[in-house]
């Protein structure tokens, strides 16, 4: 019995790794298991702007998922009306935390 319960547990440690905290931005897909951290290019044009909008979302363990990081929330964060660029931030950390946001740059 004591046997069966220890497997049981290791089981559920394992199967609960797999809803590990993971984001992901723009173009490019980078992971560390310890810790990512990065930027990439959005997909959206080139060019200097005088004005900047930020938007994020967040996970936690991978259960729990909050947050808007579109460009539309982007833009209304920057109280933009046209995008010259966007940029996308990643930040996760041993799969507990993850977040990330979406920056627009315009007028």
């Given amino acids: 019995m004591k046997t069966l319960l220890t497997l049981a547990c290791g089981a559920l ?6 809803g590990c905290a993971m984001a992901t931005g723009g ?3 980078v ?3 310890i810790y990512s951290g990065f930027s990439t ?3 959206v044009g080139t060019g200097t702007g005088t004005k900047t909008g930020e938007a994020c979302a967040s996970s936690i363990l991978g259960w729990i998922g909050t947050g ?5 929330a982007a833009m209304a964060d920057g109280k933009l009306t046209q995008i ?3 940029d996308h931030s990643v930040m996760s950390v ?3 935390y ?3 946001c979406t920056q627009v740059v315009g007028q």
Wanted: hydrophobic content about 40%.
């Fill in 13 to 18: 440690m394992v199967g609960s790794l797999g």
């Fill in 27 to 29: 173009q490019n897909n």
């Fill in 31 to 33: 992971s560390g298991f």
């Fill in 41 to 43: 290019s959005g997909a």
């Fill in 68 to 72: 808007d990081a579109s460009i539309a």
């Fill in 84 to 86: 010259h660029h966007v």
């Fill in 94 to 96: 041993l799969g507990i």
């Fill in 98 to 100: 993850a977040k990330s």
